[in-house]
């Protein structure tokens, strides 16, 4: 089995370059869709990836996508990084909104930020495949 979250953006096409530029994801797939829409993106980041389209007016999509940013999410995803410190640096440098400050635990050091359309992200060097 394989899980990758999906995440929903109103400014998808920003969002991705966002995504890239603050977390280092890389553009595996992007197919554009109606206007300055994306229908399915695939960015991967080491070994995993998540899947970005445009936020649409469906139910599903309400389920989702928070009503604005800083409001409260019901799930965030994790990914493991090699190096927590720079990886914190990066994403603060292009605007992340810090969530927690960077932690310290006996399994690992990790933090937390939002990204600009309110998605919390975890990052941390705990990696339990190790």
Not at 48 to 75: K, W
Not at 112 to 122: F, K, N
């Amino acid at each position: 089995m394989t899980i990758i979250p999906t995440l929903r953006y109103r400014d998808a096409p920003a969002a991705i370059e966002w995504l890239c530029n603050a977390f280092g994801f890389e553009k595996k797939l992007v197919v554009p869709g109606d206007g300055d829409t994306v229908a399915h993106a695939q960015l991967t980041f080491g070994r995993g990836m998540v899947m970005v389209s445009s936020a649409r007016d469906t139910e599903f999509d309400r389920l989702v996508q928070p009503p604005e940013p800083g409001a409260v999410c019901t799930q965030s995803p994790f990914l493991v990084v090699d190096d927590v410190d720079r990886h914190y640096a990066r994403a603060k440098a292009a605007g992340a909104e810090m969530v927690t400050e960077i932690w310290d635990e006996p399994h690992g050091r990790g933090y937390a930020c939002r990204d600009p359309e309110g998605h919390v992200w975890c990052f941390g060097d705990y990696d339990p495949w190790a």
